[in-house]
């Protein structure tokens, strides 16, 4: 089975985060360790979760001179992790540089994916920081910036997924997360998409937190994802 499923560690304790992970299914999905998680519990947890068999999406988002990013990129190439993610807005060079620093790693290459803008922006954010774009026409352009850095892919909300699939590239990977069944709770996310629909508009990754982190039974709501989402395409 192809997992799709990427389950968020929103969590800021080991015991916390290896409860869930202990009640989940390493073969039916991959585990995002985010900045919150890897703050507080480093390198350490993550081994620990890596040696239960999951596969990792260090969620760091990194944003910084090229050298300081291409040397991070080599750590976590080191540490077997399995996809990571930088700003595109760092720019190509720092993008590139990551890239290349992937180059030795052959087949256990992590994926490289970046983030366009945070979907935390509205046209006012951008403009206060010097954006004049709309944010869609912003996420556009650092998709294209993105591809052109040679990069596997972006992180994409629910509602631009349709539209980055029709710009882009089939191979060109789509992370999404705001998905939620039509029984979840919202919670926070503006704009939400079922799991059907995100694989529907494009999306080749759906990463999930509190329908799942939450759930009375984990697994068995990572099972309900999985099944919304098999066989479609
Ligand atoms: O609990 P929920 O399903 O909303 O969690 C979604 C996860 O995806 C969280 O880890 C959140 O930080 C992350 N994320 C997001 N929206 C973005 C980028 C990342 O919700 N635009």
């Not at 480093?42 to 239960?52: A, H, N, V, W, Y």
């Not at 650092?142 to 629910?158: E, I, K």
């Not at 694989?199 to 068995?220: C, H, K, M, Y």
Request: negative net charge.
């Amino acid at each position: 089975m192809e997992k799709r499923v990427i389950v968020a560690l929103d969590f800021n304790s080991s015991d916390a985060a290896l409860h869930l992970v202990d009640s989940l299914d390493a073969s039916l999905c991959r585990l995002k360790i985010g900045k919150e998680l890897f703050t507080a519990c480093g390198p350490e947890l993550l081994k620990q979760i890596q040696d239960r068999g999951f596969e990792i999406f260090l969620d760091l988002k990194f944003h910084d001179i090229p050298n300081t990013v291409a040397k991070a990129a080599k750590v976590v190439g080191d540490m077997g992790v399995w996809m990571f993610n930088v700003h595109a807005s760092g720019g190509h060079a720092m993008m590139e540089a990551a890239r290349e620093a992937l180059l030795e790693f052959e087949q256990g290459r992590p994926k490289l994916i970046a983030v366009t803008v945070l979907t935390s922006l509205a046209q006012e954010d951008l403009n206060q920081i010097g954006f004049e774009r709309t944010p869609e026409e912003q996420v556009s352009k650092l998709a294209f910036l993105t591809r052109d850095a040679g990069l596997d892919g972006v992180v994409c909300s629910a509602a631009e997924t349709g539209l980055l699939r029709a710009q882009l590239p089939k191979d060109f990977c789509l992370v999404t997360p705001g998905i939620r069944r039509a029984e979840d709770a919202a919670g926070d996310q503006k704009r939400v998409l079922g799991p059907a629909d995100a694989v529907r508009s494009g999306s080749n990754f759906l990463v999930v937190g509190r329908p799942i982190t939450q759930a009375d039974s984990p697994n068995e709501a990572l099972k309900e994802f999985n099944s919304a989402i098999a066989g479609v395409s």
